[in-house]
């Protein structure tokens, strides 16, 4: 399985972006895609998960929504209200079977 994220950027406080990660199979065949996040020095840390229903940090409920397009084995991230401290490489995940596998990161800066 592979995965390319992309849609990163720089943005200021209050702004929005959109991350993507396409998958290298069908949305279908895994059991969770989503993604995580790590700033600079601290540890990796969920952000949103989408199987059947979604699920969320509390540190981005009700700002960031994860979707996905089955037709294009993508997931979506949309970040919206971003705040400084959202910023962070992230990452997105697909679980399929026992198996975790990542892409590559993209970076998210939020800053004025």
């Known amino acids: 399985v592979q995965l390319q994220a992309s849609g990163g950027g720089l943005v200021q406080p209050g702004g929005s972006l959109k991350l993507s990660c396409a998958a290298s199979?069908?949305?279908?065949?895994?059991?969770?895609m989503g993604w995580y996040r790590q700033a600079l020095g601290k540890q990796r840390e969920f952000v949103a998960q989408i199987t059947g229903s979604t699920n969320y940090a509390d540190s981005v409920k009700g700002r960031f929504t994860i979707s996905r397009d089955n037709g294009k084995n993508t997931v979506y991230l949309q970040l919206n209200a971003l705040k400084p401290e959202d910023t962070a490489v992230y990452y997105c995940?697909?679980?399929?079977?026992?198996?975790?596998?990542w892409g590559q990161g993209t970076q998210v800066t939020v800053s004025s």
């Open positions: 995940y697909v679980r399929k079977g026992p198996d975790n596998y």
């Open positions: 199979v069908s949305l279908f065949s895994i059991n969770a």
